[in-house]
């Protein structure tokens, strides 16, 4: 039985129907869904990712535990959006202790200014989308040197299908007229779309969902909206829908749905991917404006 096995063992080795050692996947660290759905996209197979901020979660206001440590820790690779977004991660990743490779997925990227403060949210355009998935790329090459090939062969076809999903968008926004290209977002998380598409955001809360709009604000946001005959009013997955049923109420403006600016939903949602994110946006925003 056992010089059976042996010569089974030669005769498939010879065959080179031998299955080869399976690789270990990487593991790899995203702060946060929409940068996680970037990592799974390029890393493919070889990567095992696990994402910080999950689905329909505020990365700006975290609350890192003790699993999320260990998590770092455990990392050959922790993937960060930077521009300030997560406030919350240097201390984390100290207290980890860990020796994962940082990647800054939004490196190269021109930042918006608002005042002082860089804007985060560059993954709302498709310029930066690219910039990150290359970064990514990048990064994971890097830490996985044997797995280059698939890393460039999965990049570009991602890059591919962002490039269509440009092409919707532009499309999409071709169809609303000028006069209707403005909306009211929750918080100031689509500059970098408003920049990419021509369509206008004004949001009563900062790029942070840290900071409360004050009295003052909501009550000139509302003169805004009456004066500027602004057709539609966008709730949001990760904050409070109420301040914003109140300013519809108030200037008449419709609400125009759930736009999703800084997470993914969850497998059943609207957008458990990046690209199913700007689609469910972009007709969000066709269906309010473009009539
Ligand atoms: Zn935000």
Do not use: C
């Not at 977002?185 to 790029?207: E, L």
Request: proline share 5%; charged share 20%; no cysteine.
């Amino acid at each position: 039985m056992r010089l059976r096995g042996i010569l089974v063992f030669a005769v498939l080795m010879l065959l080179g129907a031998w299955p080869a050692r399976a690789q270990v996947p990487v593991p790899v660290v995203a702060s946060f869904s929409i940068l996680g759905d970037f990592v799974r996209n390029v890393g493919g197979e070889r990567v095992a990712v696990t994402t910080l901020v999950g689905a329909n979660s505020d990365v700006h206001v975290y609350t890192p535990s003790p699993a999320d440590a260990k998590k770092i820790s455990d990392a050959k690779l922790l993937i960060i959006n930077g521009l300030g977004l997560e406030g919350w991660l240097p201390r984390l990743v100290q207290s980890s202790g860990g020796k994962a490779a940082v990647v800054t997925a939004t490196a190269g990227i021109t930042p918006r200014r608002l005042g002082s403060e860089a804007d985060p949210h560059a993954w709302q355009s498709a310029d930066n989308a690219r910039i990150y998935v290359g970064n990514i790329r990048d990064g994971l090459i890097a830490a996985d040197p044997a797995g280059a090939d698939a890393y460039r062969t999965n990049a570009s076809a991602y890059l591919a299908k962002l490039d269509a999903l440009d092409r919707e968008v532009q499309g999409a926004v071709a169809r609303i007229p000028e006069g209707r290209r403005k909306v009211i977002s929750t918080h100031d998380a689509f500059g970098y779309f408003a920049a990419a598409t021509g369509i206008a955001f004004i949001a009563p809360q900062g790029v942070s969902t840290e900071s409360e709009p004050s009295a003052r604000d909501i009550a000139a946001i509302i003169t805004q909206i009456k004066a500027a005959k602004i057709p539609a009013v966008f709730l949001e997955n990760i904050t409070d829908p109420r301040l914003m049923r109140r300013i519809a109420a108030e200037t008449g403006a419709s609400i125009g749905g759930t736009l999703y600016s800084d997470s993914l939903t969850a497998e059943n949602g609207d957008a458990p991917t990046y690209i199913d994110l700007v689609r469910h946006n972009i007709k969000a925003l066709t269906s309010a404006l473009a009539n």
